[in-house]
């Protein structure tokens, strides 16, 4: 009688194949349904995703100094207090510079319309430098007195600039800088969150990839934090560097507002290259004094110093952690900027570091599996031995 029952339920599991089908299509409409929802979830956000990536870099690259603060002054029971001054601590970090930075071109934007009201008042005055040049002096004199010297002159050649054109530029950035504020503070938000409940996060996260990838998603996980923490220190720590040692400089040289240009400096020797261009519009405003030589020692020492920072010290701070070649730290910090934005600098070197890991683990997988094949092979092939 047990047979008996019992066997409508083996025809129906494995007999036929029809119990197996609505399983396998129950799983299929569940995978359907949970990409559907995530790529819904991610466009309602999208707008908010800089935000979020930024957090998630920020938790990594401060995660060990407040794992060390944890141990050094345990949590109570609601874990408010530390999450909260590690995250007014990185807002003050980086929030402070921009005021700065802010303040300074609101000081300067006066002093441009300051020299407006001049140019087209009374003219703008011919450089001393300009005829210390060692060519194109005269050439340059004579247009100069020609199209600048004149108040009317150059008051003509500005009522030629599309006012209306202008004006668009200023609200489009006015409504970027309100954008990007906007974006810093839900950042810092999320960025309080992940320090509250980032052991939560990394145990979840860690479960879901063992169930998803096996131990090879840890792996691609911990590669992708050690680029991270690499790119921070390649990065953000030299640039800053940089910034500080050249706005020491910019201050004996005798640039105006040093502490502006100095910052200007930290924030574009993050992007290789990019400091380049910074150290030819000081060594301009130099020249526009007539310090010529002191624009000479700035633009060549600016790029000495980019040089060595660029191709001995970055490779070895972000290339060393990860083992990543540094063509691809190169071309995932540039590529991850075209794409991604400034965030980009982050996101494209741990992408790339990833995908070299995955490459790496398949191209040693299919070596072993070659060598083990030699070795089984070997002994038929050993003289004497038959």
Same mark, same amino acid.
Do not use: C
């Given at each position: 009688?047990?047979?008996?029952?019992?066997?409508?339920?083996?025809?129906?599991?494995?007999?036929?194949?029809?119990?197996?089908?609505?399983?396998?299509?129950?799983?299929?409409?569940?995978?359907?349904?949970?990409? =559907?929802?995530?790529? *819904?979830?991610?466009?309602?956000?999208?707008?908010?995703?800089?935000?979020?990536?930024?957090?998630?870099?920020?938790?990594?690259?401060?995660?060990?100094?407040?794992?060390?603060?944890?141990?050094?002054?345990?949590?109570?029971?609601?874990?408010?207090?530390?999450?909260?001054?590690?995250?007014?601590?990185?807002?003050?970090?980086?929030?402070?510079?921009?005021?700065?930075?802010? $303040?300074?071109?609101?000081? &300067?934007?006066?002093?441009?319309?300051?020299?407006?009201?001049?140019?087209?008042? %009374?003219?703008?005055?011919?450089?001393?430098?300009?005829?210390?040049?060692?060519?194109g002096a005269d050439a340059i004199s004579h247009w100069w007195q020609?199209?600048?010297?004149?108040?009317?002159?150059?008051?003509?050649?500005?009522?030629?600039?599309?006012?209306?054109?202008?004006? &668009?530029?200023?609200?489009?950035?006015?409504?970027?800088?309100?954008?990007?504020?906007?974006?810093?503070?839900?950042?810092?938000?999320?960025?309080?969150?992940?320090?509250? &409940?980032?052991?939560?996060?990394?145990?979840?996260?860690?479960?879901? %990839?063992?169930?998803?990838?096996?131990?090879?998603?840890?792996?691609?996980?911990?590669? =992708?934090?050690?680029?991270?923490?690499?790119? =921070?220190?390649?990065?953000?720590?030299?640039?800053?560097? &940089?910034?500080?040692?050249?706005?020491?400089?910019?201050?004996?040289?005798?640039?105006?507002?040093?502490?502006l240009f100095g910052a200007l400096t930290a924030f574009a020797a993050?992007?290789?290259?990019?400091?380049?261009?910074?150290?030819?519009?000081?060594?301009?405003?130099?020249?526009?004094?007539?310090?010529?030589?002191?624009?000479?020692?700035?633009?060549?020492?600016?790029?000495?110093?980019?040089?060595?920072?660029?191709?001995?010290?970055?490779?070895?701070?972000?290339?060393?952690?990860?083992?990543?070649?540094?063509?691809?730290? *190169?071309?995932?910090?540039?590529?991850?900027?075209?794409?991604?934005?400034?965030?980009?600098? $982050?996101?494209?070197?741990?992408?790339?570091?990833?995908?070299?890991?995955?490459?790496?683990?398949?191209?040693?997988?299919?070596?072993?599996?070659?060598?083990?094949?030699?070795?089984?092979?070997?002994?038929?092939?050993?003289?004497?031995? %038959?």
């Amino acid at each position: 009688m047990t047979a008996i029952e019992t066997a409508p339920r083996r025809d129906a599991l494995a007999g036929d194949g029809d119990g197996a089908v609505p399983g396998a299509r129950q799983r299929n409409a569940r995978v359907l349904l949970a990409v =559907v929802l995530v790529a *819904l979830g991610l466009w309602t956000i999208h707008d908010f995703l800089p935000a979020l990536a930024w957090a998630a870099v920020l938790a990594v690259a401060f995660w060990p100094l407040y794992e060390k603060a944890l141990r050094r002054f345990p949590p109570g029971k609601h874990n408010v207090l530390m999450p909260s001054l590690f995250t007014l601590g990185v807002g003050l970090l980086f929030g402070l510079p921009l005021v700065v930075v802010l $303040f300074e071109a609101l000081r &300067e934007f006066h002093s441009v319309l300051d020299l407006y009201r001049r140019a087209t008042t %009374s003219g703008i005055p011919l450089p001393d430098f300009i005829a210390h040049l060692p060519f194109g002096a005269d050439a340059i004199s004579h247009w100069w007195q020609d199209n600048l010297a004149n108040g009317a002159q150059a008051h003509g050649i500005a009522e030629r600039v599309d006012r209306a054109k202008a004006a &668009e530029i200023g609200r489009n950035l006015g409504g970027q800088i309100v954008h990007r504020t906007v974006l810093f503070f839900f950042a810092l938000m999320t960025l309080f969150f992940l320090f509250k &409940e980032g052991n939560e996060v990394v145990r979840q996260m860690l479960d879901a %990839s063992q169930k998803a990838f096996g131990a090879k998603g840890e792996r691609v996980a911990r590669q =992708v934090v050690a680029s991270i923490h690499g790119t =921070v220190d390649g990065l953000v720590l030299v640039g800053l560097g &940089e910034g500080f040692v050249m706005g020491v400089v910019y201050a004996f040289a005798g640039v105006p507002h040093p502490i502006l240009f100095g910052a200007l400096t930290a924030f574009a020797a993050m992007v290789p290259f990019a400091v380049t261009v910074v150290f030819i519009v000081v060594g301009g405003v130099l020249l526009a004094q007539g310090s010529v030589l002191a624009a000479v020692l700035v633009v060549g020492g600016g790029s000495l110093l980019a040089f060595l920072a660029d191709h001995l010290i970055r490779p070895v701070l972000i290339g060393g952690t990860t083992r990543l070649p540094f063509l691809w730290v *190169l071309f995932g910090i540039l590529g991850g900027v075209e794409t991604w934005g400034l965030v980009g600098l $982050f996101v494209g070197p741990a992408l790339m570091a990833a995908i070299v890991l995955l490459w790496r683990e398949y191209t040693e997988g299919v070596q072993g599996r070659g060598q083990n094949r030699a070795r089984t092979a070997a002994p038929d092939a050993r003289p004497g031995l %038959s």
